[in-house]
């Protein structure tokens, strides 16, 4: 079945450490999407990428990287510099075509330690 | 994105109709309604979207006020699995598609009592 794969779904890391999140999908979706949660609250955008090697940032990009090499991938990267990482992490892609919606990705928990 | 506004939170009984009331009183010409369900340590499923006509699909029915500024997420007979949060979103839509990004707010928590 097609679908997202996040990995990995819980992820520790110390405080100065850049940490990647794997975001790998196989539904042939032009648009993928990378959305913080925090406890309580709704879903934030962190970067969206439309196509291959071109992406922008979304409402809360400060402290985070991506890169969009290949249509599948949209690996996320939480450098340093984002001081409250901890979070509840989702990707997710949209093709226009498909009359389904967004689909998300079971997320990644990440803990800062 | 503007925001919806929802109630926090709703109650429901098993089998029975549940409406779930969104209000987007700054809507656009342009400007989609989607609903997504988020169960606990999961992501947002989607439900149902819509841009002026009322819709329906095999999760449930929208309905749209004829002015646009508020809808209605109808479950027809709610079940325990349709516990959640429901989130109502305003979405711009790009270039006559539906596309664009999706803001999300807190969304509202529907309890389902058997």
């Known amino acids: 079945d097609g679908g997202i794969t996040q990995s990995p779904k819980y992820l520790f890391r110390k405080e100065g450490q850049n940490v990647t999140l794997s975001c790998e999908q196989n539904?042939?979706?032009?648009?993928m999407y990378w959305y913080r949660q925090d406890p309580g609250q709704g879903l934030r955008l962190i970067y969206y990428?439309?196509?291959?090697?071109?992406?922008q940032k979304g409402d809360i990009a400060e402290g985070y990287s991506v890169s969009r090499e290949k249509k599948e991938s949209f690996p996320l990267t939480v450098t340093s510099a984002q001081k409250n990482p901890t979070a509840f992490y989702l990707c997710?892609?949209?093709?226009?075509?498909?009359?389904?919606?967004?689909?998300f990705g079971s997320g990644t928990r990440l803990t800062v330690v | 994105d503007a925001k919806t506004t929802q109630p926090n939170s709703m109650e429901s009984n098993e089998e029975e109709p549940v409406h779930l009331p969104c209000n987007h009183s700054?809507?656009?010409?342009?400007?989609?309604i989607h609903w997504y369900r988020q169960l606990p340590s999961q992501g947002p499923e989607y439900v149902i979207h819509?841009?002026?006509s009322n819709v329906n699909n095999r999760m449930a029915s929208l309905a749209i006020a004829e002015d646009r500024k508020s809808s209605t997420l109808i479950l027809h007979r709610a079940t325990l699995r349709d516990a959640a949060v429901y989130y109502c979103?305003?979405?711009?839509?790009?270039?006559?598609?539906?596309?664009?990004?999706?803001?999300f707010g807190q969304g509202t928590i529907l309890t389902v009592h058997p």
């Open positions: 997710a892609t949209f093709k226009e075509r498909d009359r389904g919606g967004y689909t």
């Open positions: 539904l042939n979706h032009d648009a």
């Open positions: 990428s439309q196509i291959v090697n071109d992406f």
């Open positions: 700054t809507i656009s010409g342009t400007d989609y």
């Open positions: 819509g841009l002026t």
């Open positions: 979103i305003q979405s711009r839509g790009v270039g006559g598609t539906s596309y664009g990004k999706l803001t």
